[in-house]
């Protein structure tokens, strides 16, 4: 069974330990919770992008055939690669 989890991405700086405290804050949701008990659901992750993050969600979106003045920042996305498209942090 395929394991999927949510992450995080953000652009400047990461309080520590933020995605341990946000994953144990999405654990009060009953479902979630559940979820991540049956191991269905792994631990939420972050990723600390290095720069430019709208015009690579930008880029990525027209690339695929989006118009620009169709593309708008989304709070959830279904894609599971963006970490191959943002600069992360070292």
């Known amino acids: 069974m395929e394991r999927w989890n949510y992450t995080l991405f953000v652009e400047g700086d990461l309080p520590q ?14 479902h979630y919770a559940l979820c991540r008990g049956l191991g269905q659901l792994g ?8 720069h430019d993050a709208y015009g690579t969600f930008c880029r990525v979106s027209a690339d695929e ?15 599971s690669d963006w970490s191959r498209h943002f600069s992360a942090v070292l």
Not at 43 to 50: C, K, M, N
Not at 69 to 75: L, S
Request: proline share 8%.
């Open 65 to 79: 055939g989006r118009r620009v003045g169709e593309i708008k920042p989304q709070a959830l996305s279904s894609r």
């Open 43 to 50: 631990p939420l992750t972050s990723f600390r992008i290095a």
């Open 17 to 30: 330990q933020l995605a341990v405290r946000l994953d144990a804050e999405l654990s009060n949701n009953p």
